[in-house]
């Protein structure tokens, strides 16, 4: 008697074909494999390494620490935001380039003639090869900009301006690499 009183619970009965309708629908899942990042990245588990050569300082303007700088950046994020091993060379991914770029123009011309802002920009040309899948090579340039004011002499912002013109440029990079949206 308890036994027929058990199987006529309506509520066993759910939960007796739930549980082997979701253990079915949890195999294609767990069948194909796509590493994903809070980055947003996608990177395919082939892929373990990244090469990130220095990128030389080829702009007119040459600041000394701007190439290190950069590179470090670029080296920096990609190991803080994906699982990849940074290595000298021939990484599954390889990022190599150079610094093409670096002008200071003015911006807001005054009725006085004078600017009342002045723009640094920063450009970059990159070469991104992806050893596991050669559809996603890509080469191109990035550039960006900060505007400070005309006021303040550029040796007393160009670090704070180089770090954030800097960070914008490595996540743009970064973004058209790993992130396929």
Same mark, same amino acid.
């Given at each position: 008697?308890?036994?027929?009183?058990?199987?006529?619970?309506?509520?066993?009965?759910?939960?007796?074909?739930?549980?082997?309708?979701?253990?079915?629908?949890?195999?294609?899942?767990?069948?194909?494999?796509? %590493?994903?990042?809070?980055?947003?990245?996608? #990177? +395919?588990?082939?892929?373990?390494?990244?090469?990130?050569?220095?990128?030389?300082?080829?702009?007119?303007?040459?600041?000394?620490?701007?190439?290190?700088?950069?590179?470090?950046? /670029?080296?920096?994020?990609?190991? +803080?935001?994906?699982?990849?091993? /940074?290595?000298?060379?021939?990484?599954?991914? +390889?990022?190599?380039?150079? #610094? #093409?770029?670096?002008?200071?123009?003015? &911006?807001?011309?005054?009725?006085?003639? %004078?600017?009342?802002?002045?723009?640094?920009? #920063?450009? &970059?040309?990159?070469?991104?090869?992806?050893?596991?899948?050669?559809?996603?090579?890509?080469?191109?340039?990035? +550039?960006?900009?900060?505007?400070?004011?005309?006021?303040?002499?550029?040796?007393?912002?160009?670090?704070?301006?180089?770090?954030?013109? %800097?960070?914008?440029?490595?996540?743009?990079?970064?973004?058209?690499?790993?992130?396929?949206?």
């Amino acid at each position: 008697m308890l036994k027929q009183n058990f199987y006529r619970h309506p509520g066993v009965l759910r939960l007796a074909w739930i549980v082997p309708v979701m253990f079915l629908l949890m195999l294609p899942v767990n069948s194909c494999k796509v %590493t994903y990042s809070f980055t947003g990245a996608s #990177i +395919s588990p082939n892929v373990k390494t990244v090469s990130i050569a220095y990128f030389p300082n080829n702009a007119g303007l040459i600041v000394p620490t701007l190439s290190r700088t950069f590179t470090d950046a /670029l080296r920096d994020y990609f190991t +803080s935001h994906t699982n990849l091993v /940074l290595v000298n060379q021939n990484g599954d991914l +390889s990022v190599d380039g150079a #610094i #093409i770029q670096y002008a200071v123009v003015p &911006v807001a011309i005054q009725g006085n003639e %004078t600017a009342a802002m002045n723009r640094l920009t #920063i450009g &970059v040309s990159v070469k991104f090869t992806n050893r596991t899948d050669p559809k996603q090579n890509w080469e191109t340039s990035f +550039s960006r900009y900060e505007d400070y004011s005309s006021a303040n002499n550029l040796i007393t912002v160009q670090d704070g301006l180089i770090q954030d013109i %800097t960070d914008y440029l490595v996540q743009d990079i970064f973004n058209k690499a790993v992130v396929n949206w």
